[in-house]
């Protein structure tokens, strides 16, 4: 199983809003609503912003949003703040009952 | 305090074989998936397998399958990664993270453990 893939960066200036993408197959993406996202800031362990393609943990802020299309899934980042800026990974249940992560991407907020 | 602790740091010898615990201070530990994921210095993360301890039958990614065997202990609420026939490249960071639902493993991680590195070194 590939992993899916992410840009490498992503960066914005505060306030903005920042789109990351996370491109999959018909065997994981495209079949199943199970696409999750994490949080990582450096020397710490992940962190959930976004479950089921949509739905967001309680205490998770609303300027994080999910969504999906075909094969594709994105993670879009609103009102960008300084404390947004860590690595993003989203993650997928596949056909094959496991589940595979992407890529990564680095935000940077300039 | 609801948390997953996780064993301490490992330092192994190529070919030899390591056990990471993840003890789950939860209100009931058999109602939830666990899965295990690493990441290697400066790498992805990447998943490893997960098991419910309610079914106790694991499930394995294909880069992993014969090498890595994932239990629990409901006894102690306790989940166990075992890794064997260690190689350099598989000095990484292991995490356990446990599922927000009963159901199965969908990555929908909303507890994750603070890792365990394990070294491996001649």
């Known amino acids: 199983q590939s992993a899916l893939t992410q840009p490498a960066s992503v960066s914005g200036s505060p306030g903005q809003s920042i789109t990351i993408s996370c491109t999959g197959t018909?065997?994981?993406?495209?079949?199943?609503?199970?696409v999750s996202w994490h949080q990582q800031h450096p020397g710490k362990a992940p962190k959930l912003l976004i479950y089921?393609?949509?739905n967001r943990p309680s205490g998770v802020s609303n300027r994080f949003s999910g969504s999906k299309s075909g094969i594709t899934a994105s993670l879009t980042i609103s009102g960008l703040q300084p404390e947004d800026e860590a690595d993003y990974y989203c993650?997928?249940?596949?056909?094959?009952?496991?589940?595979?992560f992407g890529t990564g991407t680095q935000v940077t907020v300039l | 305090q609801v948390q997953l602790v996780q064993s301490g740091a490992e330092v192994k010898k190529p070919g030899s074989s390591v056990r990471v615990s993840c003890k789950a201070y939860?209100?009931?530990?058999?109602?939830?998936?666990i899965s295990w994921v690493r990441q290697a210095p400066g790498q992805g993360l990447e998943w490893m397998g997960g098991?419910?301890?309610?079914?106790?039958?694991?499930t394995y990614a294909q880069n992993f399958k014969g090498r890595v065997t994932i239990t629990t202990d409901e006894s102690t609420s306790t989940a166990y990664m075992e890794l064997s026939s260690l190689r350099s490249e598989d000095t990484a960071v292991y995490y356990c993270?446990?599922?927000?639902?009963?159901?199965?493993?969908?990555?929908?991680?909303?507890?994750w453990g603070p890792g365990t590195m394990v070294t491996v070194s001649s």
């Open positions: 089921d393609v949509t």
């Open positions: 939860v209100d009931t530990f058999s109602t939830n998936a």
């Open positions: 993270a446990r599922e927000r639902r009963t159901t199965g493993t969908t990555g929908a991680f909303h507890m």
């Open positions: 098991i419910h301890p309610a079914f106790a039958t694991p």
């Open positions: 018909a065997s994981d993406i495209g079949s199943y609503d199970y």
């Open positions: 993650a997928s249940f596949t056909a094959r009952a496991t589940l595979v």
